[in-house]
């Protein structure tokens, strides 16, 4: 059974920093892409971003040069480096494995962005 | 990374059909197959229910369907459901190599 479980959401003030991890199993880890995408409470989905099987990565506008993602396939498991965290950033955020679309997703974890 | 155009709110009857659109642009939408469709429920994670476009995976009802004309695709539920009712939302690759996502429609099955 494919499963995604993300951890390492919680409270931060702005212009800190939070490391997401999303730990994956049930499946062939090193040979898929990963995403990240966010939905803040009562609003829309935001991809976030994404990393290739061979290590490509892309990032929103809004998150590139805070932002990082990273894979480690030793360890199945896909990571988020967030600094410089603004109140904007607040949302829940989701692991996705890709396939033919985000088939799979994890069932989040919350980043509070305040002082 | 503009965000591709949904209609915020739909609605219809069980049994009827209806239509939402996602417009994007040349750069989007219009100018690759990587459209998808999301359904999400209240409290949980999306789900795809069209991918690249046209394509149902395994298990999705024939009851959704996807298509594209220029710059728009469109997601079409036939014989709605009250099971139907959640918000959907469209996402497009982009030329930039990012994705972007509609703002998402919120479906109500009267």
């Known amino acids: 059974e494919v499963q995604l479980v993300e951890s390492g959401g919680g409270l931060v003030q702005p212009g800190g920093s939070l490391r997401l991890s999303c730990a994956a199993s049930?499946?062939?880890?090193?040979?898929?892409?990963m995403h990240w995408v966010r939905q803040a409470s009562g609003k829309g989905l935001e991809w976030v971003s994404g990393i290739g099987a061979a290590g490509d990565t892309s990032y929103a506008d809004s998150v590139k040069g805070r932002f990082t993602i990273s894979r480690e396939n030793a360890k199945n498991s896909v990571y988020l480096q967030m600094n410089s965290l603004r109140v904007g950033d607040t949302a829940m955020y989701y692991c996705a494995r890709a396939t033919s679309g985000w088939d799979y997703w994890g069932q989040g974890t919350l980043i509070t962005v305040s002082s | 990374q503009s965000a591709l155009t949904q209609p915020a709110s739909v609605s219809g009857s069980p049994g009827q059909s209806i239509t939402i659109s996602c417009t994007g642009t040349?750069?989007?939408?219009?100018?690759?197959?990587?459209v998808f469709w999301y359904q999400q429920h209240p409290g949980k994670a999306p789900k795809v229910i069209i991918y690249?476009?046209?394509n149902r995976p395994s298990g999705i009802s024939t009851r959704f369907s996807g298509s594209k004309s220029g710059n728009t695709a469109s997601l079409t539920i036939s014989g709605l459901q009250a099971e139907d009712e959640a918000d959907y939302y469209c996402?497009?690759?982009?030329?930039?190599?990012?994705?972007?996502f509609g703002g998402g429609t919120k479906l109500t099955v009267l």
């Open positions: 690249e476009v046209s």
């Open positions: 040349s750069s989007d939408v219009g100018g690759y197959n990587y």
């Open positions: 049930g499946f062939t880890f090193s040979g898929y892409d």
């Open positions: 996402t497009s690759y982009t030329s930039s190599s990012t994705w972007v």
